[in-house]
């Protein structure tokens, strides 16, 4: 295991059983994925390697016969030609009558294959940029939550915003804002709810792209291993660009109001925006409680309330249900992230009533409705 320490070369994960157990089935008893993530250039490196392996599972049909035949005499010529400058200059035999020279050149087409099958279909990815690269930007200290559990999980941040954290990612984080911005990193998906400061404006990296926002709530999925970033808006307004990391890339801002996405395509380093996301397919099969559920309740019964909110982050809220069991309340909550909308449902009850949050445990204490 400590072997893999050593390697610098493609060839050697691409002779590694347990690489390719990784990559061909997701298999990492080997612990793959997190030696992987130790080192942004072994990172680069592996990436590469996994790359490659895909790569030979695509149907040989794109080089026929003749193409072959036609590059095998090329490599031919070209070793000819290197051979003739040796001191010796011995003379050289034809390669199909030597059939170790023939499988040289066989080898050296393969290998050129594979390397025009990389270059055409896979360097694509050669700009995207990892969470840990945009962390090593970041010069201050930062708190990182990820989440290895198979439901969401709340984070509130310093500032009161509210981030909705699914499964496989991770969101790096300044325990208190300082400057002038708020600077957040995302691998995954999260979905925020933003407290609004029109001086201090919310920045999201998240690999290719950066999300900008002063007080809104909206969705960004940008997991590595997807061909495509995307950002939705639910509330508020958003501004999308690229990463000033990414060569070859508009640093153009795109706007993005409610009910619009944003569609970024590592392919080609393109913007696709989406003006209605009931009109794309893929958006609309992926949108979560939490982004169509509706926080405008008139005379409801804040046991009703309460279940809203559950069913929307996905947490557990324990309350007396005696004590408040008619209470009804009339209240707008809008895109506030959950701390205040549990703060106002608190102020609405009375009676001294206030909430503790511990994770997705939020425990309403209270006696009673005014």
């Not at 157990?21 to 993530?37: H, I, S």
Request: charged fraction near 25%; aromatic fraction near 10%.
């Amino acid at each position: 295991m400590n072997q893999r320490n050593n390697y610098t070369q493609l060839e050697d994960f691409l002779e590694d059983e347990s690489f390719k157990l990784w990559v061909y089935f997701n298999e990492d008893e080997q612990g793959w994925e997190e030696w992987t993530l130790e080192n942004p250039a072994r990172a680069k490196l592996v990436e590469k390697g996994r790359q490659l392996l895909l790569a030979m599972k695509i149907p040989n049909s794109s080089f026929s016969t003749s193409t072959i035949q036609a590059a095998l005499n090329a490599t031919w010529d070209k070793i000819e030609i290197k051979e003739e400058k040796n001191i010796n200059k011995k003379s050289i035999l034809k390669p199909w009558k030597n059939k170790w020279i023939t499988q040289v050149a066989a080898i050296f087409i393969v290998g050129f294959s594979l390397v025009w099958v990389y270059d055409k279909y896979l360097t694509k990815y050669d700009s995207v940029l990892t969470y840990n690269e945009l962390l090593k930007e970041n010069s201050g200290g930062l708190v990182e939550q990820t989440n290895n559990d198979d439901k969401p999980q709340i984070i509130t941040l310093s500032d009161g915003s509210s981030v909705l954290l699914q499964p496989k990612s991770k969101l790096s984080y300044p325990k208190i804002f300082i400057g002038n911005q708020r600077k957040v990193y995302l691998s995954g998906e999260a979905f925020f709810e933003i407290s609004k400061n029109p001086q201090k404006p919310f920045l999201v990296y998240a690999n290719e792209i950066v999300t900008k926002v002063v007080g809104t709530s909206f969705k960004i999925k940008a997991y590595a291993n997807q061909p495509d970033v995307e950002v939705v808006v639910r509330t508020g307004k958003v501004k999308v660009k690229s990463n000033q990391l990414i060569a070859n890339s508009n640093h153009q801002e795109i706007v993005l109001l409610p009910n619009q996405a944003l569609r970024f395509k590592r392919e080609n380093l393109t913007f696709n925006k989406i003006t209605d996301i009931t009109q794309d397919e893929a958006l609309n099969n992926s949108i979560s409680n939490i982004e169509q559920l509706g926080f405008e309740f008139t005379d409801i019964p804040v046991s009703q309330i309460f279940k809203t909110i559950e069913q929307a982050y996905l947490v557990k809220i324990d309350y007396q249900h005696t004590k408040l069991k008619d209470c009804y309340l009339t209240t707008s909550l809008g895109d506030q992230p959950l701390p205040e909308k549990l703060k106002i449902i608190c102020q609405s009850i009375g009676n001294n009533t206030s909430y503790e949050m511990n994770g997705n445990q939020i425990i309403i204490i209270s006696n009673g409705c005014n």
